[in-house]
């Protein structure tokens, strides 16, 4: 239907968003990997030293999120257009 095309567009156009995040997900696998390189530096710091290049693999990280937020989001639309769940919860009985 229109509402589930709907939510697995909007699904899709938010995974490409969250590429705005990637510096933060960068400096979390730095912590986790390597917590020596991070040791002492401020988030300011590494944010005006390392620059641009927290975003290394945005593009690629894109192409992965928009057909799996696509598929999540408008699956999730139509099984719950198919369990006849509607917008307010009701007629779901389990």
Known sequence: TGQTL??????SLIGI??????????LKVKAQTAPEQLH?????NIFAQEGMSLYRGAGLTAMRN?????ALFGGSA???CVMGVGEDGDRATW
């Open 40 to 44: 002492g530096r401020g988030v300011v």
């Open 66 to 70: 928009a057909p799996g937020s696509f």
């Open 6 to 11: 709907l939510a697995a567009i909007s699904g």
């Open 17 to 26: 968003g969250e590429v705005v995040l990637l510096p933060l997900d960068a």
């Open 78 to 80: 139509a099984a719950k």
